[in-house]
T-cell receptor, first 111, second 117 residues
Framework: QKEVEQDPGPLSVPEGAIVSLNCTYS??????FMWYRQYSRKGPELLMY????GNKEDGRFTAQVDKSSKYISLFIRDSQPSDSATYLC???????????FGKGTLLTVNP | DTGVSQNPRHKITKRGQNVTFRCDPI?????LYWYRQTLGQGPEFLTY????????KSRLLSDRFSAERPKGSFSTLEIQRTEQGDSAMYLC???????????????FGPGTRLTVL
């Protein structure tokens, strides 16, 4: 079993839809949780960063962490075609430096 | 542009040749990371520098791979005797322990895409 599991999709939604992306993890040592967005053939771009369980909102994006269930989510409201990209969840544990990524979910938002 | 830069952006080489990639981190970031990403997968950790010291190497980093960060500034990743399985995107990231978030917030460069024929 991989430390971080993420459904690779692909996920296709109409413009304006609410998108829900999820990851589960097995390592209880993970303390920091991130979501990165990666456009085709580009480097990952940090979208959201959370430390504790609960919700964090930034514009149309909401990150949710449930440490008791080892489950994290990213919600995108009013999705736009420009949101079409691969979304990667990532986590850091006790080492405090090594990111462990999910496989990424490919999202397409159709106009 | 004050982000992480990587050169070259693309490299095509023949099996058995040596290649070297360069990463320039965000200035004042003392931590630098190398990751490798293959098609359809998330990035995988390769190695980590704090200033000029290489503090950890993943078991993915075989003896053919070597990374350096002289003077704690830019870093190079060299692959000797390349194999077709080395074809991947090589990503560099940097971070700073400042701002109360520890080493967690890593900023990535655009990557170097390596194709080994």
């Amino acid at each position: 079993q991989k430390e971080v599991e993420q459904d690779p999709g692909p996920l296709s939604v109409p413009e304006g839809a609410i998108v829900s992306l999820n990851c589960t993890y097995s390592n209880s040592a993970f303390q920091y949780f991130m979501w990165y967005r990666q456009y085709s053939r580009k480097g990952p771009e940090l979208l959201m960063y959370t430390y504790s369980s609960g919700n964090k909102e930034d514009g149309r994006f909401t990150a949710q962490v449930d440490k008791s269930s080892k489950y994290i989510s990213l919600f995108i409201r009013d999705s736009q075609p420009s949101d079409s990209a691969t979304y990667l969840c990532a986590m850091i544990g006790g080492s405090n430096y090594k990111l462990t990524f999910g496989k990424g979910t490919l999202l397409t938002v159709n106009p | 542009d004050t982000g992480v830069s990587q050169n070259p952006r693309h490299k095509i080489t023949k099996r058995g040749q040596n290649v070297t990639f360069r990463c320039d981190p965000i200035s004042e970031h003392n931590r630098l990371y190398w990751y490798r990403q293959t098609l359809g997968q998330g990035p995988e950790f390769l190695t980590y520098f704090q200033n000029e010291a290489q503090l950890e190497k993943s078991r993915l980093l075989s003896d053919r791979f070597s990374a350096e960060r002289p003077k704690g500034s830019f870093s190079t990743l060299e692959i000797q005797r390349t194999e077709q399985g080395d074809s991947a995107m090589y990503l560099c990231a940097s971070s700073s322990p400042q701002g109360g978030r520890g080493a967690s917030e890593q900023f990535f460069g655009p990557g170097t895409r390596l194709t080994v024929l």
